[in-house]
T-cell receptor, first 114, second 113 residues
Framework: DVKVTQSSRYLVKRTGEKVFLECVQDMDHENMFWYRQDPGLGLRLIYFSYDVKMKEKGDIPEGYSVSREKKERFSLILESASTNQTSMYLC?????????????FGSGTQLSVL | GENVEQHPSTLSVQEGDSAVIKCTYSDSASNYFPWYKQELGKRPQLIIDIRSNVGEKKDQRIAVTLNKTAKHFSLHITETQPEDSAVYFCAASRRDPYDKVIFGPGTSLSVIP
């Protein structure tokens, strides 16, 4: 079974702190994604990556950056956390081939910024 | 960019009844439409998907229909059971290897025993 692992289930940070959210997948997927989930807004794409060191902005990239130094790891960085970044963050991965679009999600990180 | 709308936002049905969730999309180039189910406290999981060369697809009690002309697609769940209670997300993408998957806002389905 595909495993997408997010390093923390819950995080509490202070406003202005630099925050790192880590995601690791074990199925050699090319594509990796970061979404945030808020009630009534669904899953909104922050950034995605289709190869090592490659990144593409999603719909809400402001205030975030990403890093993909290795194929299996995709990190989301909040340079200076703000209260409006309190949310559930979901990482996902998928194969790149056209017959393999299924997204495999991690269990999520609930981030609270105080 | 792609925009996916989803209705209703909440839905309650009696056990055994059918449930229908509808989505619309804006990008006529989208050609892949998956549905994800997220149970409380768990991660979203793919339950069914449809590609633009198909009008309908069934898998046991769930079915998805697609109307490309109207840019509509729908999820149908028949003979609902309490374990169907969850949030359901529709999504759309171009199936380009480098393209993103855009989700609708979700529908919270409650099946009342």
């Amino acid at each position: 079974d595909v495993k997408v692992t997010q390093s923390s289930r819950y995080l509490v940070k202070r406003t202005g702190e630099k925050v790192f959210l880590e995601c690791v997948q074990d199925m050699d997927h090319e594509n990796m994604f970061w979404y945030r989930q808020d009630p009534g807004l669904g899953l909104r794409l922050i950034y995605f990556s289709y190869d090592v060191k490659m990144k593409e902005k999603g719909d809400i990239p402001e205030g975030y950056s990403v890093s993909r130094e290795k194929k299996e790891r995709f990190s989301l960085i909040l340079e200076s956390a703000s209260t409006n970044q309190t949310s559930m963050y979901l990482c996902a991965s998928s194969f790149q081939g056209k017959a393999n679009e299924k997204l495999f999600f991690g269990s999520g990180t609930q981030l609270s910024v105080l | 960019g792609e925009n996916v709308e989803q209705h209703p936002s909440t839905l309650s049905v009696q056990e055994g009844d059918s449930a229908v969730i509808k989505c619309t999309y804006s990008d006529s180039a989208s050609n892949y439409f998956p549905w994800y189910k997220q149970e409380l406290g768990k991660r979203p999981q793919l339950i069914i998907d449809i590609r633009s060369n198909v009008g309908e697809k069934k898998d046991q009690r769930i079915a998805v229909t697609l109307n490309k002309t109207a840019k509509h697609f729908s999820l149908h769940i028949t003979e609902t059971q309490p374990e169907d209670s969850a949030v359901y997300f529709c999504a759309a993408s171009r199936r380009d290897p480098y393209d993103k998957v855009i989700f609708g806002p979700g529908t919270s389905l409650s099946v009342i025993p």
